[in-house]
């Protein structure tokens, strides 16, 4: 498959890894979900360069994950990670799987289960209309538990810290860059005071980024439990402190709306 420059594509497997250079074991910065848009700037040697639109996030895909863009989104994915059917039935075959907040095209329903344009059966319930969000940004994040983690990870198979963030703030309607050095100017400062903090108060470190479940417990995708965890904030300042240092700053995002 071949595309010209200054093409805008989407994706059209589960996820897609952006690489950092036209390699398939070329450092994995981020992934890019099913029905999101890439726009090429250049595409040699079955690669595609550019950025994410959703993101701007720049790298190389490979052109075999992407096609037209086809039908305007109606709905995404509203769970961790969904299984997308050959048959509207759930002993079909399974054709792919898809991540939270992966955008979809649906165009029939049957027994419980919706159409994706031509490509398989979805169940319903896993699928929220565009527009349609989660409340709780933390909660959609607490959904993740378990997850592995992943550098650059940003699917339901694995995930890293700004990963995780990004995603759960998406699933909520709330902007989110990629990286944790853009989003240390989310929200607004706090006093570096454990004391003071509430759900949804974002934790930062140089590198690392975790949300506060309440007053004193932290969830964060990390390398030392390869996994989305929870855990005592105070654990996790002690630990943290001897490879990436003391906290850098602490941030508090407006309500929804405001």
């Known amino acids: 498959m071949s595309a010209p420059a ?15 250079t036209p390699a398939d074991d070329a450092p994995l910065d981020t992934q890019m979900l ?23 996030y720049p ?5 075999d994950m992407l096609g037209p863009l086809g039908p305007l989104p109606t709905h995404r994915v509203r769970v961790p990670r969904t299984f997308v059917y050959r048959d509207p039935d759930l002993k079909s075959s399974p054709l792919l799987w898809l991540s939270m907040n992966a955008k979809l095209a649906l165009t029939a329903h ?9 490509l398989g059966w979805i169940y319903s319930a896993h699928a929220a209309p565009i ?26 198979l694995g995930l890293d810290c700004s990963g995780l963030l990004q995603i759960a703030m998406q699933s909520a309607g709330r902007e989110c860059p990629r990286d944790t050095y853009q989003q240390v ?29 309440n007053a004193d417990t ?41």
């Open 59 to 63: 790298g190389y895909v490979r052109l």
């Open 34 to 56: 099913f029905g999101e848009v890439f726009s090429i700037e250049e595409q040699k040697d079955g690669w595609a360069q550019g950025s994410a639109v959703l993101d701007r």
């Open 6 to 20: 200054n093409q805008i594509m989407r994706v059209i497997t589960g996820s897609a890894a952006v690489r950092r």
């Open 110 to 118: 049957s027994g419980g289960f919706s159409l994706i344009e031509d």
């Open 131 to 156: 527009g349609m969000f989660t409340e709780d940004f933390v909660s959609a994040a607490e959904d993740f538990l378990g997850t592995p983690y992943l550098w650059g990870g940003r699917d339901g």
């Open 185 to 213: 100017d989310l929200g607004a400062a706090l006093p570096v005071d454990m004391w003071a903090l509430r759900r949804g108060d974002l934790i930062f470190w140089k590198g690392h980024v975790g949300i506060m479940r």
């Open 218 to 258: 932290l969830l964060h995708a990390n390398a030392y439990h390869m996994q989305v965890t929870r855990e005592p904030l105070a654990d996790a300042v002690a630990r943290i402190a001897q490879s990436h240092g003391q906290i850098t700053g602490i941030r508090r995002l407006p309500k929804p709306g405001v």
